[in-house]
């Protein structure tokens, strides 16, 4: 990384470039989004990033078969535990069952009763904590709690487990921090700006492979795995542009991240075109006009 100034104008032309209507279509906040109300959209945005792992397609395809199966009337069938689980009973995306996201759900939906919202609940943690990482781990037990008030069968099977993950863990808690992202960071098009008492300067990356890979290229961090310590890296760099709301660049930089398809070994013609060739630690040398 040669200077903020320089990555800040890199990431500033990703972000104005970025095609947001095409790109919304592919990303699971877009089916978040044909939401409008905030309850609605909270639980959409639980599912959505839950499942928000694998090949894009078919998460956005786990997504809406789960919506699907528990029809129009979702938020109703989530106060019947039995129903819930009946509906989505032969559901399976990767590791995760149906009767894990119907748990997952049917405690947000009490969470969501007892609380007012999961806003609300993430919020009291969040102040009484001062922090983000012990509101997460303590909002996330709340939600496990209320699972396991409803059901303790497969307590602790890999798939639930999956699906919710502990956040005190060293993993990069990326489906969490994307969760989050949506719910706080102001409604730009992307995100919604639902939890509005919860600033956008305390949130981290969602790191996933595509923005560990360009924040190592771009020498936002040196750790060799996506980990919780290196999104806090890459947030702290990003926040050196943007204090207020480090993670405005998440979004596009992702999209940006799949669609360039960058190997470990730098490609001539791909380098040549992309956007963060400039500041690329790999990017492959300009090819030489053969001697004659
Ligand atoms: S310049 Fe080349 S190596 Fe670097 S991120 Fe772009 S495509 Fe990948």
Redesign the pocket.
């Known amino acids: 990384m040669r200077s903020c100034v320089q990555l800040a104008e890199i990431l500033e032309s990703i972000v104005a470039t970025c095609d947001v209507p095409a790109r919304l279509a592919l990303d699971p906040v877009g089916v978040v989004r044909t939401y409008r109300h905030p309850a609605q959209q909270e639980l959409a945005g639980l599912l959505s990033a839950s499942l928000a792992f694998g090949q894009v397609k078919a998460l956005r395809r786990a997504i809406e078969q789960v919506l699907s199966r528990m029809g129009s009337d979702w938020m109703g069938v989530l106060e019947d535990r039995h129903e819930t689980l009946c509906r989505l009973e032969g559901f399976q995306y990767r590791m995760v069952r149906g009767r894990d996201i119907g748990r997952l759900l049917v405690g947000a939906r009490f969470v969501q009763r007892r609380q007012g919202s999961l806003g609300e609940a993430f919020c009291k943690e969040f102040h009484l904590a001062g922090a983000l990482r012990p509101a997460l781990v303590a909002w996330t037990r709340q939600l496990r709690d209320a699972a396991g008030a409803f059901d303790h069968e497969d307590q602790g099977r890999r798939g639930y487990g999956h699906v919710l993950p502990d956040p005190a863990g060293a993993s990069p808690n990326k489906r969490l921090l994307l969760f989050l992202r949506w719910m706080v960071r102001p409604n730009d098009g992307v995100d919604l700006g639902l939890w509005t008492t919860v600033p956008p300067s305390a949130l981290l990356i969602p790191v996933d492979t595509h923005i560990h890979r360009?924040g190592k290229?771009l020498g936002m961090t040196q750790r060799s795995n996506p980990s919780w310590l290196a999104a806090e890296d890459i947030t702290a760099v990003l926040r050196q542009i943007d204090p207020d709301d480090p993670v405005r660049f998440d979004f596009a930089l992702c999209h940006l991240g799949m669609t360039?398809g960058?190997s470990t070994r730098?490609?001539p013609t791909?380098?040549e075109s992309?956007p963060?060739?400039a500041d690329?630690q790999?990017?492959?040398q300009p090819r030489m006009a053969e001697s004659l």
Do not use: E, G, K, T
């Open positions: 360009l290229l360039l960058c730098p490609d791909r380098c992309c963060v060739r690329c790999q990017r492959a």
